[in-house]
Structures are given as C-alpha cells and as structure tokens.
T-cell receptor, first 112, second 112 residues
C-alpha cells in the first residue's frame, strides 16, 4: 500500500515551458486535491476532484489545468510556466469530503 | 489580514517539556478545526480533527478550541525529538475539504 505518490519529485522549467505532474493513490479515495505551498503562505488549494471525471477550481486555479480520467490518478498541468509558479506542489486524497487526510511527498518545481 | 494566523517560530524546547502551539482566526463561522504535522521535505499528515468547541485528546496530543476567543491550540505532552516538525493548523466553516484554510505553520524543535 503506497498511499499517495507523486511524480516527479523535482523539476526545473524555463519560463513558457509546459509540464504535467502526476498524482496516484491506491486507497480507492473519491476525493483528490492539488495544493501549492509557499513560504509564509500556507497551503493553498489549486484544483480538486470529487470523483472520476470531475474537477473543480480551488483558491488559486489560474495557470493550471487538471484531469481525472481514472479514479486513482489526478494530473496537474502547467501549460506555460511562469516564475510565480515556483513552489512545492502537494497532492492529497480522502475518502470523505471532511478533510484532506492523506498527502503525497510533494514535487519541488522551479521556474526560471 | 489573513483569515488564519500562526506564529512561524521557530520554537525550541527541551525533551520532555509540554509544548503549546496556537492559531488565531478571524472568521467566526469556522467550525471544523485540524492540526497537521509536516516533517522536513515531506507532505503534511493529519494529526487531529475536531468539530466546534472543546478538547480532544489522542495519546500525547490534545487539541483545544475556544470559539469565543477565535483561538485554537495543540498541546504535546512529554515531547520527543521525533516531534520536531512544522505544525499546521487548518479550519473551515463547511464540512467540505475544498474550503479548508491553512495556517502557514509553526516550526518546532525538541532538544534532546
């Protein structure tokens, strides 16, 4: 039981490049979330999903897109990376909607 | 003004001491309160989840909510070096995880 895994762990992008972050969970959770964590800002929700085939915007969705084609996977895309997207990205999942219970190890992204 | 305020620390205490971590908030509608522990370069893990006011105990950890003062606390008894981490408070007025507001975290160090 791996829990929540994220790929890649680290990435450096140039401004304007695109990339996709992959999140996978093996707990059969319905709910999945993408957060970013910046110093002094706490965790902020980017997008979330309440089930396979559904997505919704969180607090800071601009510049990101997501897809949930399979229940166990939640993808976060950056179409044209900007330096302001330099951050640590966390995926999380939960079996109910009352709390983001399980977090992945994070992806450290630097945009130069 | 942030909705949730948390002293960033760092807070350094000797092993065996009682630790008190705190958050204040401005939205009186918040009624679900959480504490997460985050080790360096890891994802947050949910420690405590409480609804409304009062205390909740789990082993060496006690979560306390004072809604009249808009103040929540996490107490750690018999602190251990393994408790050294950043502690995030989080809260929401809804039961929906998509509306959780996180504090920016307090860095705690337990000296052996």
């Amino acid at each position: 039981n791996a829990g929540v895994t994220q790929t890649p762990k680290f990435r450096v992008l140039k401004t304007g490049q695109s990339m996709t972050l992959l999140c996978a969970q093996d707990m059969n959770h319905e709910y999945m979330y993408w957060y970013r964590q910046d110093p002094g800002m706490g965790l902020r929700l980017i997008h979330y999903s309440v089930g396979e085939g559904t997505t919704a915007k969180g607090e800071v969705p601009d510049g990101y897109n997501v897809s949930r084609l399979k229940k166990q996977n939640f993808l976060l895309g950056l179409e044209s990376a900007a330096p302001s997207q330099t951050s640590v990205y966390f995926c999380a999942s939960s079996y109910s909607n009352t709390g983001a219970g399980y977090f992945g190890p994070g992806t450290r992204l630097t945009v130069t | 003004q942030k909705e949730v305020e948390q002293d960033p620390g760092p807070l350094s205490v000797p092993e065996g001491a009682i630790v008190s971590l705190n958050c204040t908030y401005s939205n009186s509608a918040f009624q679900y309160f959480m504490w997460y522990r985050q080790y360096s370069r890891k994802g947050p893990e949910l420690l405590m989840y409480t609804y409304s006011s009062g205390n909740k105990e789990d082993g060496r950890f006690t979560a306390q909510v004072d809604k009249s003062s808009k103040y929540i606390s996490l107490f750690i008894r018999d602190s251990q070096p393994s408790d050294s981490a950043t502690y995030l408070c989080a809260m929401t007025q809804y039961s929906s995880a998509s509306k959780i507001i996180f504090g920016s975290g307090t860095r705690l160090s337990i000296r052996p």
